[in-house]
């Protein structure tokens, strides 16, 4: 498994009002300081892995592991309490999804329970909430890139690196293995974000092919002349970095930023790699992060 993140951000939405609101729903959500009027907001729901609605009967698979622990005298204590953690997780994060408002249901079967449908339920509520456009992002595997952009609680582009050929923006994602690149509209891309001037660049970034003409010197310190000039993209992260750029999203908030990166240590390490760039040490661009208050008296009883 190659790369693989997920994150959302708000155009026009400050950082306290965004942890704000969410301390007040009590979501555990991570979220980036405001730079340029962009802001990202990473939850835990944004890791639910797979179709979540294959895990209808996570509680009497539960109870079906419970009961061959008993009786092949496992000491099964440890193992329940990882199994119940682990089949309960998803359908906790369902449970906040859906109460995100009552267009969620609604999206979750139209995206068939998955990654991206969950993604596209916060980017409507948030878009909707704040009279904003919001922008989620899934990258994985490496080669593989997808956006959802919502303004004002509906849609207005859907683009993808992996389409199969019959797919259409706001339909589910079947299959990982589909090598289309399919949806993204340039001109109401660049005018969510007023960015108009940059409708031939966003294009173009859109449409290059990935992994032909891969250049050696690509990485994080790239000028974003360098790779709007590439005739390939060599990975998903490196289309994502050039967008990111064109939009003037700060890139170290998002390429590959995550609620699991920031939980599991692994972003620290990336603004290890952007300092000489951004001119904050590792420690310091984390204490821009904030918590949703929530979570963090949750983690003080």
Not at 177 to 206: M, P, Y
Not at 245 to 273: C, N, R
Not at 285 to 293: D, G, I, N, V, Y
Request: proline share 2%.
């Amino acid at each position: 498994m190659g790369t693989r993140y997920v994150n959302l951000t708000l155009y026009g939405v400050t950082q306290d009002e965004l942890i704000n609101y969410l301390a007040d729903r009590g979501y555990n959500s991570y979220v980036s300081p405001t730079e340029n009027n962009f802001t990202t907001i990473y939850d835990s729901s944004f890791e639910t892995s797979g179709n979540i609605n294959n895990n209808a009967n996570t509680e009497s698979m539960y109870q079906a592991y419970a009961r061959m622990f008993q009786l092949h005298n496992m000491d099964s204590d440890q193992n329940l309490q990882l199994l119940k953690y682990a089949v309960t997780q998803p359908h906790n994060e369902l449970a906040k999804v859906k109460s995100l408002d009552n267009q969620a249901n609604k999206f979750l079967r139209q995206y068939s329970g998955t990654k991206e449908g969950i993604l596209v339920c916060w980017a409507s509520h948030l878009s909707q909430k704040f009279s904003c456009s919001a922008l989620a992002v899934y990258v994985r595997d490496d080669s593989q890139f997808w956006y959802h952009l919502s303004r004002n609680g509906k849609m207005i582009d859907e683009y993808t690196t992996y389409a199969g050929e019959n797919w259409q923006p706001g339909k589910a994602i079947f299959s990982e293995l589909g090598t289309k690149i399919k949806g993204g509209d340039a001109k109401k891309f660049c005018v969510a974000f007023n960015q108009e001037n940059k409708i031939d660049e966003v294009e173009s970034i859109l449409r290059k092919p990935q992994g032909f003409g891969i250049n050696d010197e690509i990485s994080i310190e790239s000028k974003y002349g360098d790779l709007l000039n590439l005739n390939a993209f060599p990975d998903a992260v490196t289309r994502h970095h050039t967008l990111t750029l064109a939009l003037g999203i700060t890139p170290w908030w998002v390429l590959h930023m995550s609620y699991i990166a920031i939980t599991q240590g692994e972003a620290k390490d990336y603004f290890d790699d952007y300092e000489k760039i951004y001119g904050l040490s590792s420690d310091q661009a984390m204490a821009l992060l904030k918590q949703a208050k929530a979570n963090i008296l949750d983690e003080q009883c």
